[in-house]
C-alpha cells in the first residue's frame, strides 16, 4: 500500500508565504518514483497541476504561479516540497499531491488527502 502524507496547509494573509510537504512511503513492496507534483482544485474548478518534478530534478510550473512558487525534493526520504510566496486570493484552493511510480510492475499515479490553502485578509 502506498500512503502520501501531506502538512503545510492553513490561512495566510495576502502577500505572505506556506510551505506544503508530502511524503510518500509504501509498505511491504518498494516504489520506485518517476515524478512528483502538486495540483489543486478550488470550488467549481478542475483540478489543475501546479508544478512537477521528476526524479533527475526537472521542473515545469502553471504559468499563473512562475516566479513565485518553488518545487524541490528530496529522493532519499521520497518526498516533494512546494514553496509559496507572493500568495494570492486566486491560490485559494485544496492542494493535492501526486506521485507517478512504479510499485510491483505496475505504474500509476497516487494521490494525496488534500490539504487546504487559503489566502485571505
Known amino acids: 500500500q502506498v500512503q502520501l502524507v501531506e502538512s503545510g496547509g492553513g490561512l495566510v494573509q495576502p502577500g505572505g508565504s506556506l510551505r506544503l510537504s508530502c511524503a510518500a512511503s509504501?509498505?511491504?513492496?518498494?516504489?520506485?518514483?518517476?515524478?512528483m507534483g502538486w495540483y489543486r482544485q478550488a470550488p467549481g474548478k478542475q483540478r489543475e497541476l501546479v508544478a512537477g518534478?521528476?526524479?533527475?530534478?526537472?521542473?515545469n510550473y502553471a504559468y499563473s504561479v512562475k516566479g513565485r512558487f518553488t518545487i524541490s525534493s528530496d529522493n532519499a526520504k521520497n518526498t516533494v516540497y512546494l514553496q509559496m510566496n507572493s500568495l494570492k486570493p486566486e491560490d485559494t484552493a485544496v492542494y493535492y499531491c501526486n506521485v507517478d511510480g512504479l510499485r510491483l510492475g505496475i505504474r500509476k499515479n497516487y494521490w494525496g488527502q488534500g490539504t487546504q490553502v487559503t489566502v485571505s485578509s
Open positions: 509504501s509498505s511491504i513492496f518498494s516504489l520506485s518514483i518517476y515524478a
Open positions: 518534478i521528476t526524479s533527475g530534478g526537472d521542473t
